[in-house]
């Protein structure tokens, strides 16, 4: 093409995407530093009207557990995204369970609550673990040995042994419970020293890949896009604004003088910040649908020196803990599949022919009343029968399919609950359970700075403009990579 087509495109394409790029950068530093925003959120009444609960929807509603009181009333406890909810057996009343819980939305997002055979109460967030203290009327935080990057996922136990599961160890205590073990696992018998293709471009894409230095060189990338962006902008509009005052007779002078500094900054900012531009741009893009899914299933070995070279072989990879009572062993599921343990010390084995479960992981596991396990995730919900080494789905009753596929499959589980007097129900992130009656209160629940960043970040959060949006990063990130093709080759200086 030649140059004057090459700034043509560099100019529209730049202006189009404009305003996506600069949420891309401000969304994308909150992302990097989620503990340092975590007590910041934001009222959903201020985002698109699809971001408000609606019938338990959008993980307001993960699971339930029952919750017999000193006085022996019977109750449900409802926890989720946003916190604890107390409810009666039919549903009708629901209150407050949150007292003692900090008060960051990020804070009160619960992954696991539990009801212990000596009666004591507990809950896991994902940045601590919570026992219920009913002499006070409030939960209480238990000290863990928790990494500086750590998140809990899971609880789970077995007779009188606790296990909360961090994302990287587990944690364990015994009865009284008053402290815990730091435990890692030993590696699998499949474990081959490489990782996947897609954790690999997730931590160059945030620099996380090069600890804290890397994530703060991609903080500034992303503030060289907010300086292009803006002086892109000016440097489209000054001259109109020029012209206009050379027509009146007005002096230009200061409109020229910031006209000529902001082509300086976006020239000199484009030019020796290239490569980063083009890589962060590039491995952003390949995060999302469709290109998400072929870096799924690709394994690559450890790269030397960097955040993935780890003795854990489980690092950032567990999600899911169960004792399966009818085969004696442990289950475990983990972002590389599920395993089984014969001990918490033990090697774990590799499980063929399990449900297919969604890249973003389990949200429901649990036995029905026929004693078949439950596994609920974006993916869909199916039964698994172990002992006859069959699975399928839970509303079709078909066989389930071999691979999990799309990460949102037609019915995206984000609950499930077998505790209230009717029949059990699943909750569908998107359309929520009219099985449940939830109080208007809810709907609007303050969501975290951290989650409405990722929501802006990943673009989910234009999909109020249509389900065509699903594949808005991928037509972003080509139109962000063309504009930055295209600005190299106008910018490069002529033979």
Excluded at 204 to 233: M, N, P, Q, R, Y
Excluded at 256 to 277: I, M
């Amino acid at each position: 093409m030649k140059r004057i087509t090459w700034k043509k495109h560099h100019k529209w394409f730049g202006l189009i995407f404009c305003f996506f790029m600069l949420m891309f950068g401000g969304s994308g530093i909150i992302l990097n530093h989620r503990r340092a925003v975590a007590d910041y959120q934001v009222s959903r009444s201020l985002l698109p009207d699809d971001y408000l609960y609606r019938n338990w929807n959008r993980g307001l509603l993960r699971g339930t557990c029952l919750y017999v009181t000193p006085d022996s009333a019977r109750h449900v406890l409802i926890y989720g995204g946003s916190g604890i909810w107390l409810a009666d057996s039919t549903g009708s009343i629901v209150t407050d369970f949150n007292v003692g819980l900090p008060t960051g939305a990020d804070y009160r997002n619960i992954k696991a609550v539990a009801s212990l055979p000596d009666g004591s109460l507990w809950a896991a967030g994902q940045f601590g673990l919570y026992r219920y203290d009913e002499t006070s009327n409030c939960w209480r935080t238990c000290p863990l040995p928790l990494g500086e990057d750590e998140k809990l996922s899971d609880l789970a136990f077995r007779g009188d042994t606790l296990v909360a599961v961090g994302r990287s160890y587990l944690y364990i205590s015994l009865a009284p419970y008053t402290t815990f073990q730091k435990v890692q696992l030993a590696a699998s018998s499949d474990y081959d020293g490489r990782v996947s293709l897609f954790r690999l471009v997730w931590l160059l894409h945030s620099g996380e890949l090069f600890g804290l230095g890397g994530k703060l060189v991609v903080d500034a990338v992303a503030v060289i896009f907010i300086i292009l962006c803006v002086t892109g902008v000016v440097y489209w509009l000054l001259p109109k604004h020029i012209r206009r005052k050379k027509r009146t007779g007005g002096n230009p002078y200061l409109s020229l003088q910031v006209l000529k500094h902001s082509l300086n900054l976006h020239d000199r900012f484009g030019r020796y910040t290239f490569v980063l531009l083009l890589l962060v741009a590039f491995t952003g893009w390949c995060l999302r649908p469709p290109l998400l899914i072929a870096l799924v299933y690709g394994r690559v070995p450890i790269v030397p020196h960097t955040s993935l070279d780890d003795s854990n072989p489980w690092q950032d990879k567990l999600r899911m803990l169960r004792y399966d009572e009818a085969c004696g062993d442990w289950l475990l599921s983990t972002s590389e599949g599920i395993y089984s343990l014969s001990s918490l010390d033990a090697v774990a084995q590799p499980l063929p022919q399990t449900p297919p479960v969604s890249v973003m992981g389990l949200n429901v596991w649990q036995k029905d009343a026929a004693g078949r396990w439950l596994m609920g995730s974006f993916s869909g919900l199916y039964v698994w029968d172990r002992q006859q080494g069959a699975s399928y789905d839970y509303f079709t009753g078909e066989p389930a399919p071999v691979t999990a596929g799309p990460p949102f499959g037609k019915y995206a589980v984000s609950g499930y609950s077998a505790d209230f007097s009717g029949a059990p129900f699943a909750v569908e992130y998107y359309s929520g359970s009219d099985k449940l009656p939830m109080p208007r209160q809810l709907s609007s629940l303050p969501m975290s700075l951290w989650n409405v960043a990722q929501e802006i970040h990943t673009g989910r959060i234009y999909t109020c403009l249509g389900q065509g949006t699903l594949f808005f990063i991928f037509f972003a990130g080509a139109g962000a990579l063309w504009c930055l093709l295209s600005g190299f080759v106008v910018r490069r200086p002529k033979r």
